[in-house]
């Protein structure tokens, strides 16, 4: 799956216009809230932001920006997980993620070192990964989505129970972007 087919999926699931006065992101469209669009240079009313305007966004604040095109070349489950988990949650959580699952999966460095989980893919976190695949191989990949999958899900959980507002998103969440 490449990045366009990526994109797509989120935008089909995130759909048109929103404003939900429970979601702190306020008017949305395509997934991309006004604040974001504002940030990339959108001035019109967000009813009517373009979609090959959120295409752009995505493709370069959740995937070249936090290195996931770098990801993909070596595990594209696990960059299309890093992805989807960044859209939603942000790269710098997403990649946080990835930096503590391949931390907690190295025996105790014994496969490769530890590295820091600062959520920025970086030349350390990149040679760790290297190492995971060169000794997990294709199943670790999948492996690995799982580790990324259940950190997810944990987070989702804490939010909901930590501001009740979230408990109308939780079903969502766990139905759309786990698994």
């Known amino acids: 799956m490449d990045i366009d087919d990526l994109i797509d999926e989120v935008i089909g699931r995130e759909g048109g216009y929103t404003n939900n006065k429970a979601d702190r992101g306020g008017a949305t469209r395509w997934g991309i809230t006004e604040k974001v669009a504002r940030a990339n240079g959108y001035a019109g009313d967000m009813r009517a932001l373009p979609r090959e305007a959120a295409a752009t966004i995505y493709r370069r604040l959740y995937w070249q920006k936090p290195g996931y095109d770098r990801v993909a070349t070596r595990v594209p489950l696990v960059a299309a997980e890093l992805f989807d988990t960044g859209v939603n949650m942000g790269p710098k959580?997403?990649?946080?993620?990835?930096?503590?699952?391949?931390?907690?999966?190295?025996?105790?460095?014994?496969?490769?070192?530890?590295?820091?989980?600062?959520?920025?893919?970086?030349?350390?976190?990149?040679?760790?990964?290297?190492?995971f695949v060169a000794k997990r191989g294709a199943a670790g990949e999948r492996v690995l989505v799982k580790a990324l999958?259940?950190?997810?899900?944990?987070?989702?959980?804490?939010?909901?129970?930590?501001?009740?507002?979230?408990?109308?998103?939780?079903?969502?969440?766990?139905?759309?972007?786990?698994?």
């Open 93 to 131: 959580v997403a990649t946080g993620f990835l930096q503590r699952a391949l931390n907690a999966l190295n025996r105790g460095a014994s496969d490769y070192p530890d590295i820091a989980a600062d959520g920025l893919i970086g030349p350390r976190t990149l040679s760790a990964l290297d190492g």
């Open 149 to 179: 999958e259940a950190l997810q899900g944990a987070r989702y959980m804490a939010l909901a129970e930590s501001r009740p507002a979230n408990e109308a998103f939780l079903y969502g969440w766990l139905a759309n972007r786990l698994g």
